[in-house]
């Protein structure tokens, strides 16, 4: 993205939109279902206490559970996450500076019925295990990305099938 190359493309988006903000995400499963739904969750997520390599696997090596409950218990037509390319700068006092974001995206077949998953007794079970001691080393927060809820780091989108 600091390529001489990628400034016009900027430069015309900063034209078009009034915040432009893009990274690049390195998906570490099947992306494409979550893209397909009618409605996509967009979230991103930065860690607490920073991440590496051996952090990333094991977020990776587990997410399975996660794709497994949102699709059955969510109802979600697709689920992926993935690593930002970039490094972001701090978003929030709690992160630290240079590290990649999470990225999750998830398939719903409306935002009501993304809406209803969060309110399951699975979702909460989720949350309760990113909140167990033992992955104090893997605690994440919502990104604070411009124009996103700063509560949540997430938002709802309808993607189209370019031309």
């Known amino acids: 993205m600091k390529s001489e190359q990628y400034k016009p493309f900027m430069e015309e988006a900063g034209q078009l939109f009034d915040r432009p903000f893009m990274l690049h ?27 590496n390599e051996a952090i990333k696997n094991e977020i990776n090596e587990g997410a399975g559970y996660l794709y497994e409950r949102v699709m059955r218990y969510g109802n979600a037509s ?54 167990d001691p033992k992955n104090e080393h893997m605690k994440s927060v919502a990104a604070k990305v411009p124009g996103i809820d700063p509560d949540t780091g997430y938002f709802h989108v309808k993607f189209q099938k370019g031309v």
Not at 26 to 51: K, L, Q
Not at 112 to 124: G, K
């Open 25 to 51: 995400t390195r998906w570490i499963s099947d992306h494409i279902p979550a893209f397909e739904a009618p409605v996509t969750e967009v979230a991103f997520f930065t860690m607490i206490h920073g991440n």
């Open 78 to 131: 697709g689920a992926a996450l993935g690593w930002t390319f970039e490094t972001i700068p701090p978003v929030a006092p709690e992160t630290k500076p240079g590290q990649e974001w999470l990225a999750g995206v998830f398939g719903y077949p409306s935002i009501e019925h993304h809406m209803q998953w969060r309110q399951h007794s699975e979702h909460d079970k989720i949350k309760e295990n990113s909140e």
